[in-house]
């Protein structure tokens, strides 16, 4: 048996890029998975990827930064499967390019945190306390490596509030099966990494994988790099 064969992970921004890789990761790897995405139709290519495997798929779409759209979308999660095992926090914005730092407008700075920051801790909050109830969960947030980039500092601040939120709940959560890691996945050839960056999507796996396969006694609040796990 495959070592996630049954579970359920919900990936969100599954339609496309580093979330369609992770997705299909784990279908691979036995693991029913929700995919998300602002509309459905927009999984079509994700659900026919995963088509080849052997594991159930829901679909469900939202508008991450909009707390209605979010609890619909939670709402339905829970009446549809009940629960989720396994939780990538992949969906999120880029900022625009701006030459100074003073020139970019509080209302990308607000709109920015309200897609990679706050929508992930509402997340968060709906799943974790019923992973704790089951014993059992796996939370991935991603990050990024991104510095010295002071023209998409909106991005960045916000992915360096998500690497310390995911430290403090894997501390609150330190003494239960329930992990919480961050993922960086490196400088992908994606919508949001451009076509100039270091490496294909495709170089995501196996290593984003490795925060939902690890055991129990497995790494908490540590920051798990996708390209040390490179394999081409």
């Not at 196996?206 to 609040?221: F, I, M, Q, T, Y």
């Amino acid at each position: 048996m495959k070592p996630l064969t049954g579970k359920w992970a919900l990936v969100t921004g599954s339609s496309r890029g580093i979330g369609q890789q992770i997705a299909s990761g784990l279908a691979g790897r036995g693991c029913n998975v929700i995919l998300h995405a602002r509309k459905p139709g927009n999984c079509n290519t994700t659900l026919d990827l995963l088509g080849k495997f052997d594991v159930e798929t829901r679909v469900v779409g939202a508008e991450l930064g909009s707390p209605g759209q979010e609890r619909k979308m939670i709402d339905s999660i829970l009446q549809q499967v009940g629960y989720v095992d396994i939780l990538y926090n992949n969906a999120a914005v880029m900022a625009s390019w701006h030459d100074h730092i003073a020139e970019i407008p509080m209302q990308e700075w607000d709109d920015i945190y309200r897609i990679n920051f706050f929508s992930l801790v509402r997340l968060c909050n709906a799943f974790y306390p019923l992973m704790r109830s089951r014993n059992w969960g796996r939370i991935v947030n991603l990050v990024t490596g991104m510095e010295n980039t002071p023209q998409l500092t909106p991005y960045s601040a916000s992915k360096a509030s998500v690497e310390k939120y995911t430290r403090e709940l894997a501390a609150e959560l330190c003494d239960t099966n329930v992990l919480v890691n961050a993922l960086d996945p490196g400088w992908l050839k994606t919508d949001l990494g451009g076509a100039t960056a270091d490496y294909a999507v495709e170089t995501v796996l196996p290593g984003a994988l490795v925060p939902a396969l690890l055991e129990n006694d497995g790494a908490r609040g540590t920051i798990f790099r996708a390209q040390d796990y490179r394999t081409n």
